[in-house]
């Protein structure tokens, strides 16, 4: 293919085509050689160039009303059009053969931009920890707490926590649970559930008899016989030797 004006469609081709404008050759004689417009042209096809991808052998949390999990999922001109367990129906979906990725069994996050790092600090939580933004009652709670440990069978023993994302005075009661609360709830965890980083808290039976004893690096924490632990100090020591001992 040849072009007049070729200095004007090599920019344009290069403004447009970011990485690919190397592939094409100018000649001294003012004209273009597109010889390779062509492999655009098919690396548009393909979906190369617009980021199509296919994923396989993976584990795709696809966070729908049934939580379901699927091992395939395929993206098209940046739209998820295929998601499900066949990689050679997904294939249907596409033009020609899109670049594939065999996850070998792990999790596909999506490439989520958030310069403010919440979505981190989430996932570094200690313990299974447990949101409680759509309690609206201590019963709720109990309930949503309950819920965590039996739904993702949370070894008994282990810490499940709630640390910010909630305020007391969103519950009925305007009140932290109590001990026996907690207690009635989580029966087989200890439980540490703090208003943001900062407190008070509250800890169950099995998470008091853990923050009193004596051997952790901050020394005992104090906590009332309700299980309520003081704003300030004595939930950022409850919170550091969590932080300090769980991953
Ligand atoms: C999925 O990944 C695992 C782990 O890498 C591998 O053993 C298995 O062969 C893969 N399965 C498929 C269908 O590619
Ligand atoms: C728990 O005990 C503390 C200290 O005695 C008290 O300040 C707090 O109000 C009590 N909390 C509840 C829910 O009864």
Same mark, same amino acid.
């Given at each position: 293919?040849?072009?007049?004006?070729?200095?004007?469609?090599l920019?344009?081709?290069?403004?447009?085509?970011?990485?690919t404008?190397?592939?094409?050759?100018?000649?001294?004689?003012?004209t273009?050689?597109?010889?390779?417009l062509?492999?655009?042209?098919?690396?548009?096809?393909?979906?190369?160039?617009?980021?199509d991808l296919?994923? $396989?052998? /993976?584990?795709?949390? @696809?966070? %729908?009303?049934?939580?379901? #999990? +699927?091992?395939?999922v395929?993206?098209?001109?940046?739209?998820i059009?295929?998601?499900g367990?066949s990689a050679?129906?997904?294939?249907?979906? $596409?033009? /020609?053969?899109?670049? @594939?990725? %065999?996850?070998g069994?792990? #999790? +596909?996050v999506p490439?989520?931009v958030?310069?403010?790092?919440?979505?981190?600090?989430?996932?570094?939580?200690?313990?299974?920890?447990?949101?409680?933004?759509?309690?609206y009652?201590?019963? %709720?709670?109990?309930?949503?707490? +309950?819920a965590?440990?039996s739904?993702?069978a949370?070894?008994?023993?282990?810490?499940?926590?709630?640390?910010?994302?909630f305020h007391?005075?969103?519950?009925?009661?305007?009140?932290?649970?109590?001990?026996?609360e907690?207690? +009635?709830?989580?029966?087989?965890?200890?439980a540490?559930?703090?208003?943001g980083?900062?407190?008070?808290?509250?800890?169950?039976?099995?998470?008091k008899?853990?923050?009193?004893?004596?051997?952790?690096?901050?020394?005992?924490?104090a906590?009332?016989?309700?299980?309520?632990?003081?704003?300030?100090?004595?939930?950022?020591?409850?919170?550091?030797?969590?932080?300090?001992?769980?991953?």
């Amino acid at each position: 293919m040849q072009f007049k004006n070729a200095p004007l469609f090599l920019s344009l081709v290069a403004r447009s085509w970011v990485g690919t404008a190397a592939a094409i050759t100018a000649q001294n004689d003012n004209t273009a050689v597109c010889g390779t417009l062509a492999d655009v042209a098919q690396s548009y096809k393909s979906g190369a160039l617009r980021g199509d991808l296919l994923l $396989f052998n /993976g584990t795709i949390h @696809t966070m %729908d009303a049934g939580e379901t #999990v +699927a091992t395939v999922v395929g993206i098209k001109d940046g739209s998820i059009v295929y998601v499900g367990d066949s990689a050679a129906d997904a294939r249907k979906s $596409f033009l /020609g053969s899109p670049p @594939t990725i %065999d996850l070998g069994g792990r #999790v +596909a996050v999506p490439g989520l931009v958030e310069s403010h790092n919440h979505i981190v600090l989430m996932g570094n939580r200690p313990g299974y920890h447990t949101p409680l933004e759509n309690a609206y009652s201590v019963a %709720d709670v109990q309930q949503t707490l +309950a819920a965590r440990a039996s739904r993702d069978a949370v070894p008994p023993g282990s810490f499940i926590t709630t640390i910010g994302g909630f305020h007391s005075n969103q519950f009925g009661e305007r009140r932290l649970p109590t001990l026996e609360e907690l207690d +009635a709830a989580l029966p087989q965890h200890p439980a540490f559930i703090s208003i943001g980083f900062n407190g008070p808290s509250v800890t169950n039976s099995l998470g008091k008899a853990y923050f009193e004893s004596a051997n952790l690096a901050t020394g005992p924490v104090a906590i009332s016989a309700n299980g309520s632990i003081a704003a300030g100090d004595e939930t950022g020591k409850a919170l550091l030797t969590l932080r300090q001992q769980l991953t």
